[in-house]
T-cell receptor, first 112, second 113 residues
Framework: GDSVTQMEGPVTLSEEAFLTINCTYT??????LFWYVQYPGEGLQLLLK?????DKGSNKGFEATYRKETTSFHLEKGSVQVSDSAVYFC???????????FGAGTTVTVRA | EAQVTQNPRYLITVTGKKLTVTCSQN?????MSWYRQDPGLGLRQIYY???????DKGDVPEGYKVSRKEKRNFPLILESPSPNQTSLYFC????????????FGPGTRLTVL
C-alpha cells in the first residue's frame, strides 16, 4: 500500500543550525506530497506541498523538492529558530483519493 | 476566519460510556475526515465524508461511527469506548481537490479509563 517513511526523532538543534528531515514514500501512482507542521498544543498546518516531479515547495524558509527518481521529499531549512520547534509530518495523497497518508512525525526542538 | 472547530478539547471517560466529539467547519468544504494520532504511528484516517449523507471508512474505522447530516458538521461517535481508543483526534476538511490544503481542527485528547 501507499506509505510514507520519515526519519525518526527527536531532533535537537541550536538556533541558526541547518535542518534536514528525510522523507521517502511508496505509492502506486503519482502522489502529491506535503509537509505539515504541528506546533505544541495545536492542530496541523500545511507547511508546503509539491504536486508533480521536480516541483519545489517552499514556505517560511523551508524547502522540499519532489524527487521521483529517489521517491523522496526531504525537508530543509538553512537557519532554524526557536519558533520552529514543532512536530513535522510528511504526507502524500493520490489522485482520486482525498486521504492523506502520514509519516510517523519528527519532533524538532531548537535551543536558543 | 476560516477554521475547523472541535469540542471538547479534552475528555476523560470510562469504558462503555457513549460519547460524541463534534466537528464544524465554516469554509463550505465538501470533504471532511477524522484522524487519530498515536505516538510513532503518525495520523491515521478513521472515517471520511465526500458530502452530506456520504460517508465511508478510512484505515481504522473499528469502534467508531460518523454522520454527515449538514455540510458543516461531521461528528465522531464512540458508542462503547475502550481504552485502546485513548488517543488524540483531529477533524479535517478540504475543498475537494486532492492537491488542496486540508485544514485541521485543534484536536481532542481523549482518555478512556
Amino acid at each position: 500500500g501507499d506509505s510514507v517513511t520519515q526519519m525518526e526523532g527527536p531532533v535537537t538543534l541550536s538556533e541558526e543550525a541547518f535542518l534536514t528531515i528525510n522523507c521517502t514514500y511508496t505509492a502506486t501512482g503519482y502522489p502529491s506530497l506535503f509537509w505539515y507542521v504541528q506546533y505544541p498544543g495545536e492542530g496541523l498546518q500545511l507547511l508546503l506541498k509539491a504536486t508533480k516531479a521536480d516541483d519545489k515547495g517552499s514556505n517560511k524558509g523551508f524547502e522540499a523538492t519532489y524527487r521521483k527518481e529517489t521517491t523522496s521529499f526531504h525537508l530543509e531549512k538553512g537557519s532554524v529558530q526557536v519558533s520552529d520547534s514543532a512536530v513535522y509530518f510528511c504526507a502524500l495523497s493520490l489522485s482520486g483519493d482525498y486521504k492523506l497518508s502520514f509519516g510517523a512525525g519528527t519532533t524538532v526542538t531548537v535551543r536558543a | 476566519e476560516a477554521q475547523v472547530t472541535q469540542n471538547p478539547r479534552y475528555l476523560i471517560t470510562v469504558t462503555g460510556k457513549k460519547l460524541t466529539v463534534t466537528c464544524s467547519q465554516n469554509m463550505n468544504h465538501e470533504y471532511m475526515s477524522w484522524y487519530r494520532q498515536d505516538p510513532g504511528l503518525g495520523l491515521r484516517q478513521i472515517y471520511y465524508s465526500m458530502n452530506v449523507e456520504v460517508t465511508d471508512k478510512g484505515d481504522v474505522p473499528e469502534g467508531y461511527k460518523v454522520s454527515r447530516k449538514e455540510k458543516r458538521n461531521f461528528p465522531l461517535i464512540l458508542e462503547s469506548p475502550s481504552p485502546n481508543q485513548t488517543s488524540l483526534y483531529f477533524c479535517a476538511s478540504t475543498a475537494g481537490r486532492v492537491t488542496d490544503t486540508q485544514y485541521f481542527g485543534p484536536g481532542t485528547r481523549l482518555t478512556v479509563l
